[in-house]
């Protein structure tokens, strides 16, 4: 998913946010492709598109206001705080993602005109799951990540270095087993040798043997 954020909010934060309110709307995550969370003067608002992008504008730094409570499309809402606010909306936006993926969906909802209080509802119940576990997938949301291991750059006269030193250590290796096996050899040799004089030796010249 790419990701767009112009909110005081990390971008950690906001996948990892994003990424749990998508899996308990159900939504696969190839469904969502990208997700723009910016600010703005209202509470909040959103916007989704059939490409799989979501628009969710909160402020996230308001307190003013809050709680907030309100009717829309049938469905009464109360907001506590900002945080929740920015769980709902993204939550309204995924949901509309989820009805144009199941196919049909979207259009039975219209004809019943139950498109947006569905999305109204289901926003509703994934806030009211944050807010029932609030604390701890706040401290989920924000730990910190693994820090990334910069890997030192090698020079190329570095690299062709380490690789001489690499063929001259393989090549000694070699010598070393080939001067064992001579010697061994140089060994064996000089015993057929020694054996070869002493048999001719005991062989005088004129001897017959059967």
Not at 13 to 25: K, P
Not at 41 to 46: S, V
Not at 109 to 117: A, G, K, S
Not at 185 to 209: D, F, W
């Amino acid at each position: 998913m790419k990701l767009k954020n112009s909110t005081t909010l990390s971008d950690r934060f906001l996948r990892r946010m994003t990424g749990w309110v998508r899996a308990e709307v159900g939504l696969p995550a190839a469904k969502l492709r990208q997700a723009n969370f910016t600010k703005t003067r209202r509470y909040c608002r959103g916007r989704a598109w059939s490409s799989g992008r979501i628009l969710v504008r909160v402020n996230v730094n308001r307190t003013e206001g809050y709680p907030l409570n309100w009717h829309h499309r049938g469905v009464e809402l109360n907001l506590p705080d900002a945080l929740a606010s920015l769980v709902y909306v993204t939550a309204h936006e995924v949901c509309h993602l989820l009805n144009w993926h199941v196919p049909g969906r979207d259009r039975e909802l219209r004809q019943h005109r139950d498109l947006e209080p569905h999305c109204v509802r289901v926003g509703k119940r994934i806030m009211e799951m944050f807010l029932a576990n609030r604390e701890a997938l706040l401290a989920k949301w924000n730990e910190p990540g693994k820090e990334r291991q910069i890997k030192p750059t090698v020079s190329v006269s570095e690299k062709r270095t380490a690789k001489a030193q690499a063929d001259l250590d393989r090549w000694l290796r070699k010598l070393k087993l080939a001067q064992t096996k001579v010697k061994k050899l140089k060994v064996k040799v000089a015993y057929y040798e020694r054996k070869q004089a002493a048999e001719s030796k005991t062989i005088q010249p004129g001897e017959n043997h059967v």
